[in-house]
């Protein structure tokens, strides 16, 4: 069962304890499905102190209604009917919370001429409550890493031989994490070789895999909506010197952050450790260590250096230093983990080295 109910009264208590708003309106999807269930592409989702309305157009009404029948749903497709919707439900709130990073001008507009109440502007609202998971949660996102280790495994001895394109592998893995039971992949996936691997977001495309190459591999999976997210770097052969210094300053790295990770660690903390670990390369880290996935595969909390967040017991983040060198490849290595109180669990459960095949995940 969808914990809705419970998330809905979450919401209220945070309106006040937290927000200090009377009334939050709700655009963003990932936030509308986390509220209130419902998974549609569109929709819109007040909570105020006394109900909570979702208005959705004509093409999602029975979802909306199976989905979410904690709240009371209308179908509306006209602005006009909607805005009418929303003025009627809001009769006594006079501060009105809206996330002003994914509300459009036209939005605001909009609401400023018709809702008649005062509007209040709030960055990522819900992102607090989003980032401590539930077991409901949890459960989806250990799923999707395990249909990710799968696969990943699976398709190991095709990259390790060489000779098939980055896009040849990508749709290898994509379709070995349907087999394995989730909807599709988390996010593009990332096959990237050789000079390639020095783009931490490199794209797939015709190269192909060859003696010499590092290939990085960042892939994740979909299940009831929850993601996971995982990167391994394979070597193809004997590599330049380089990348196996990578390789090992960075699993010694990633191991010390991770054996660092619980609750109550300021997750800048975290970067700053995987920083100092590899500042030999400092030249070479392109980006921060990690940031915390659930519905979202980039969502809080953030391990960066400007990081206010502090870790908690549930939630879920990865860690994934990386280093990357113009014209010889480069390497990372993720995992995804469960922060509790005394350390953390990882859900990634894929070999590390880099030219050895594993046995099938079983857990």
């Known amino acids: 069962m969808h914990p809705k109910a419970d998330r809905l009264s979450q919401v209220r208590r945070h309106l006040s304890d937290s927000l200090h708003v009377d009334a939050l309106l709700i655009n963003t999807p990932s936030d509308v499905r986390w509220a209130s269930g419902f998974s549609g592409s569109v929709g819109t989702l007040l909570i105020t102190g006394r109900q909570s309305l979702l208005i959705v157009d004509s093409r999602y009404g029975d979802q909306a209604r199976e989905q979410s029948s904690h709240c009371e749903v209308v179908v509306a497709n006209a602005l006009d009917a909607r805005d009418e919707e929303l003025v009627r439900a809001l009769v006594g709130d006079s501060r009105v919370g809206f996330d002003d990073k994914r509300t459009s001008y036209a939005d605001w507009r909009r609401f400023q001429s018709t809702l008649g ?3 209040i502007p709030l960055t990522d609202p819900l992102a607090a409550l989003r980032a401590r998971k539930d077991q409901f949660e949890i459960e989806r996102i250990e799923a999707a890493a395990w249909a990710a280790d799968r696969s990943f495994t699976d398709v190991l001895p095709m990259v390790l031989q060489g000779g098939v394109t980055e896009r040849e592998v990508r749709d290898e893995l994509e379709s070995r994490l349907r087999i394995h039971s989730a909807e599709g992949p988390a996010y593009p996936t990332i096959v990237a070789s050789g000079p390639n691997a020095a783009l931490p977001h490199h794209q797939p ?5 060859r003696e010499g190459d590092s290939v990085i591999i960042d892939i994740g999976a979909l299940v009831d909506g929850y993601r996971s997210d995982m990167t391994r770097t394979l070597f193809v052969g004997e590599v330049d010197p380089l990348l196996v210094a990578f390789h090992e300053l960075l699993r010694r790295t990633q191991q010390e952050v991770l054996n660092a990770v619980r609750e109550g660690v300021a997750a ?4 700053a450790m995987a920083r100092a ?5 400092a030249g070479d880290i392109l980006h921060s260590t990690g940031h915390g996935v659930g519905l979202d595969i980039h969502e809080s909390p953030w391990l960066r250096s400007n990081s206010t967040d502090v870790l908690s017991n549930g939630h879920v983040v990865t860690v994934e230093p990386g280093l ?3 014209g010889i490849g480069g390497v990372r290595i993720e995992d995804l983990v469960l922060v509790e109180r005394s350390g953390c669990r990882i859900l990634t459960n894929s070999t590390k080295d880099p030219s050895c ?3 099938a995940p079983t857990t």
Do not use: T
Not at 268 to 271: F, I, P, V, W
Not at 277 to 281: D, H, I, Q, R, V
């Open 117 to 119: 109440c005062e509007l």
């Open 205 to 209: 495309g015709d190269r192909r895999i």
């Open 268 to 271: 800048s903390s975290l970067d």
């Open 277 to 281: 670990g590899l500042a030999e390369y």
């Open 324 to 326: 990357y060198r113009v």
């Open 357 to 359: 095949p594993q046995s």
